[in-house]
């Protein structure tokens, strides 16, 4: 069923910023060194992320906290002198406690976020959906809150091993590919997902593609990754028509 009766969650703000994909962490500091640099008077009215934000970042595992506090606390202060909305990714989830209502946290249960624009609504998700039932059944189980528990235990007592066995395993991958067949495989999903939600535009991240295409009478955007373009994307009305400008972070 077409969940078409959903009310819009927030208004989309005219020179709002989507960033998706920055994979932060101590070997890579590329959105750290941009955010920095901005002055208040600078900011946009409104900074979506659009997930990985960060590249492990899991609040409960207390080892994970330290080599991404400057980080966090950067978005907390910018969060004081913008609207700051975070939809929670595969690298960066349980963060809605961390930021004590600072920043809008919105975890994958509660994606897509549907933002309004006129008649218009803007479905916005990290985009790890539709990824087939294993995948389903590893993300259930990495945010259970009893297995959060005892990996964080295990953690603990292991001196940090468990983050610091992903961390080698997240540097050791290759975020920037291109997947062949993309635009093929994004046109099925959006098959399943039209069925599902009521949308005009569905914008994600989470593929590192940077693609933008129309399907019927849909519009289909996977945002670049910060990680590889170092872009951002900024949103423009013209009337009832929507562009999004994409930005060399500089």
């Known amino acids: 069923m077409i969940d078409s009766a959903r009310k819009s969650d927030i208004a989309l703000k005219e020179g709002a910023w989507l960033i998706a994909d920055a994979h932060y962490a101590h070997y890579n500091e590329a959105l750290y060194d941009f955010l920095s640099r901005i002055k208040t008077e600078d900011l946009p009215p409104q900074i979506v992320f659009m997930g990985d934000i960060f590249d492990l970042f899991f609040p409960n595992a207390q080892n994970s906290i330290q080599p991404n506090r400057k980080m966090a606390d950067l978005l907390q202060q910018i969060a004081r002198q913008c609207e700051v909305i975070y939809l929670e990714g595969n690298h960066d989830f349980g963060l809605n406690a961390f930021f004590a209502g600072r920043i809008r946290v919105i975890p994958r249960s509660r994606q897509p976020l549907m933002a309004g624009f006129g008649k218009k609504r803007i479905a916005l998700h990290h985009g790890d959906l539709l990824q087939g039932v294993c995948y389903e059944l590893y993300t259930a189980l990495i945010r259970n809150p009893f ?104």
Request: with cysteine.
């Open 147 to 250: 297995v959060d528990n005892i990996l964080n235990g295990v953690d603990t007592l292991t001196n940090g091993a468990v983050i610091n066995r992903l961390e080698r395993y997240n540097r050791n991958k290759k975020p920037c590919y291109k997947i062949e067949n993309f635009e093929e495989m994004a046109r099925r999903r959006l098959d399943v997902l039209m069925q599902r939600y009521g949308f005009d535009f569905w914008i994600e991240g989470h593929f590192h593609q940077n693609i933008r295409f129309e399907y019927g009478d849909v519009s289909y955007f996977n945002l670049p990754a910060f990680v590889c373009a170092k872009t951002y994307t900024v949103t423009r009305f013209d009337g009832e028509t929507i562009r999004f400008e994409e930005r060399m972070a500089t």
